[in-house]
Structure formats: C-alpha cells, structure tokens
T-cell receptor
Framework: NAGVTQTPKFRILKIGQSMTLQCAQD?????MYWYRQDPGMGLKLIYY???????DKGEVPNGYNVSRSTTEDFPLRLELAAPSQTSVYFC???????????FGSGTRLTVV | GQSLEQPSEVTAVEGAIVQINCTYQ??????LSWYQQHDGGAPTFLSY????GLEETGRFSSFLSRSDSYGYLLLQELQMKDSASYFC???????????FGAGTTVTVRA
C-alpha cells in the first residue's frame, strides 16, 4: 500500500520558472490537502479538495493553483516562482477526521 | 482565523514523562489533533480528540477541554526515538481542514 506519493522529492527552480508538484494517493480518500512548511514552523494550508472536481483556497493560496480531476491525483502548480516559495511542500489525504491525515514524504523546493 | 500556542522546546531524560500543552482560539471548532514529525520526515498522526477527556494510545495520551480551549499530549516512558517535533492542530469546519501550531521540539537525553 503506497499511501500518498509525492514527486519530485527535491527541486531547484529559478525565479520566474513554473513547475507542478505531483501528489497521488491510492487509499480512495476524498479529502486532499497541500501544505507548506517553512524551517522551524508549522504547516500552512495552501489549497484543499473535498472530492474530484472540487477545490478551495486555504490560508496561503497566492502564487499557486490546483486541480482535482480524479480522486487519486491532486497536483499543485507554481506559476512564476519567487524566493518566498522556497519551502517544503506536503500533500496529505484523509478519509475521516478521526483517522487523521496521511502525509506524503514532501517536496523540498528551493527558488534561486 | 485560528491561533494555537504550544511551547517551542522541551527537554527530558529517557524514561521520564513529558506534557505538551496546547491552547487555541478558533471559531467552528471540531476537534484537536496531534502529529509527530522527525527531522526531515513527514508528519504522522498520533491522536484526535473531539470530546472532553483523555484518549490513551500506548505510551501517548491526549486530553481535551473544550470549555478551556486547551489540550495536551502526554508522552510517557520517554525513549530516544521520541525526539521529534510535536504539533497540535485544530479542525475547523466540516471539510477536515487542519490549522497547525508552530510545534514543540522534544529532545530526549540519555
């Protein structure tokens, strides 16, 4: 059982470049989330989805976009990368609140 | 918005007991969760409290008081492998969104 798979694990981007962070889960969870974590800090919600075709903004959505065409996949798009987007990005999925989130292993992104 | 407060660091020796407190201010509170994160790793789910009281899972227990907007995570019989960051998180709304605290770094010494 793979759980939540994120790719790539590491990436260096130049200012102004774009990229897509991939996230896939094989647990048939309806709820999926993207968080970013800056060094020594908690996680901030970027975008989330309650099911295929439905997405909504979280706390820090500026500079990002998402789509949810299938239950399994929830990619995060960065347009015009900025140094402020240097962070670790975690994708997570959930079946029900009592079972908690299952997180992917993260993508470490550096924008230079 | 939501705000959560937890201590930034706690140090203890192997075999000891550590309590990590979490106070929160939020509207539309559904529950309080705890996550563990080792250096360089992903957060992993430890516990969830929706109702007042104590939930025990092995060496870890979690407590919630909704009237006091307060909870804690209790780590017993500390082991070296418990050295990690611990985050409290509140669920706000019925779409299971979590808002995380800044985390408490627990260091276990021999």
């Amino acid at each position: 059982n793979a759980g939540v798979t994120q790719t790539p694990k590491f990436r260096i981007l130049k200012i102004g470049q774009s990229m897509t962070l991939q996230c896939a889960q094989d647990m048939n969870h309806n709820y999926m989330y993207w968080y970013r974590q800056d060094p020594g800090m908690g996680l901030k919600l970027i975008y989330y989805s309650v099911g295929a075709g439905i997405t909504d903004k979280g706390e820090v959505p500026n500079g990002y976009n998402v789509s949810r065409s299938t239950t399994e996949d929830f990619p995060l798009r960065l347009e015009l990368a900025a140094p402020s987007q240097t962070s670790v990005y975690f994708c997570a999925s959930s079946l029900q609140e009592i079972y908690g989130y299952t997180f992917g292993s993260g993508t470490r992104l550096t924008v230079v | 918005g939501q705000s959560l407060e937890q201590p930034s660091e706690v140090t203890a020796v192997e075999g000891a007991i550590v309590q990590i407190n979490c106070t929160y201010q939020t509207s539309g509170f559904y529950g309080l969760s705890w996550y563990q994160q080792h250096d360089g790793g992903a957060p992993t789910f430890l516990s969830y409290n929706a109702l007042d009281g104590l939930e025990e899972t092995g060496r870890f227990s979690s407590f919630l008081s909704r009237s006091d907007s307060y909870g804690y995570l209790l780590l017993q019989e500390l082991q070296m492998k418990d050295s990690a960051s611990y985050f409290c998180a509140v669920t706000v709304g019925n779409d299971y969104k979590l808002s995380f605290g800044a985390g408490t770094t627990v260091t276990v010494r021999a």
